[in-house]
């Protein structure tokens, strides 16, 4: 029989044995940065509220993906960025978080998710500076360069853009597409119940690169679905391949891919469940 040292030690050998067999956790470690003062911002500052916040990989990468997510009416991006409750900005009541930075960390992707302040808390899906010609290049440009300055570490520089739009955000999105600037670089558009309008454009834009991936997701019954609908005839002209159905096949999109596909869940829930496997598709490891 062993004695009680010898029980201690072997136990001990066995925690480590079963520690060391566990699967190990893919996801890797993030930061997030709350970036103001941007001159290249779509809008103005409002006092109290980021411009932008930016979630990345805590270990810096030469070339990133970047997934610049645009919001609809009566927006704020500290609201969409938390899990919790919280004010738009100081002295405001707090409102229900929407857990993007939760949804982008779920994807387990090496993208970087930018969240920008468009009409604060408006009304309003206008696309505001971006209209100008390059403007969405150079804010892009402006936060990489922000972000290397707040981590004092060498600039990364961007390798592709992913547009993700909720639903009047399409309205800049159009705006990017036609005055961005930044051509191959801009790789994929993710309509989020955002396609009230647009249809053509985004379907032109799909069909110049044979890698430009279009997804629309639509809520049944509304708006979106009817213009989705229309839409496809033109979509199975424009690529050989194009992915139609319920959310379910999300799983078989791939790079490249159109895909007008039918989901459930209220207008403002959208998001949230589907951007991990949206991102997971795009980006796979």
């Known amino acids: 029989m062993f004695g009680p040292e010898a029980g201690r030690v072997l136990g001990l050998v066995a925690l480590v044995a079963l520690i060391w067999t566990c699967p190990q956790s893919t996801r890797a470690e993030t930061v997030v940065l709350r970036l103001d003062g941007l001159t290249s911002a779509p809008f ?16 810096p990468s030469e070339r990133v993906d ?46 970087w998710f930018v969240l920008v302040q468009l009409a604060f ?14 403007q969405a290049a150079r804010f892009i440009e402006e936060v990489l360069a922000r972000v290397a300055q707040e981590r004092r570490e ?12 909720h639903s009047a955000a399409f309205e800049t999105t159009i705006a ?49 679905a009817a213009r989705a609908q229309a839409l496809r005839p033109s979509a199975e ?27 459930r869940g209220p207008h403002r829930d959208v998001p949230r469940p589907y951007l991990p496997e949206l991102l997971r598709r795009l980006f796979p490891r």
Do not use: K
């Open 66 to 111: 970047v997934v610049l997510y645009l919001h609809g009416y009566e927006g704020c991006i500290e609201v969409l960025a938390s899990r919790e409750p919280r004010p738009c900005r100081a002295g405001m009541l707090p409102l229900a978080g929407w857990d993007l930075l939760g949804a982008h960390r779920e994807s387990e992707t090496t993208t």
């Open 44 to 59: 103005a500052p409002v006092e109290g509220a980021p411009q932008v916040i930016v979630q990345r990989p805590s270990e």
């Open 176 to 224: 990017v597409l036609r005055y961005g600037g930044l051509g191959a670089r801009l790789t994929g558009v993710l309509l989020l119940d955002a396609m009230y309008s647009g249809g053509p454009v985004f379907l032109r834009w799909a069909r110049d690169g044979a890698t430009n991936t279009l997804v629309a997701l639509a809520t049944p019954g509304g708006t979106t």
């Open 237 to 263: 002209r424009a690529r050989s391949r194009v992915i139609f159905g319920d959310g379910r096949r999300i799983a078989d999109i791939t790079p490249g891919s159109i895909a007008l596909l039918t989901v």
């Open 154 to 165: 060498a600039r990364s520089t961007l390798r592709s853009l992913t547009l993700a739009a």
């Open 121 to 134: 808390m408006e009304r309003s899906g206008r696309p505001g500076t971006f209209m100008r010609e390059g």
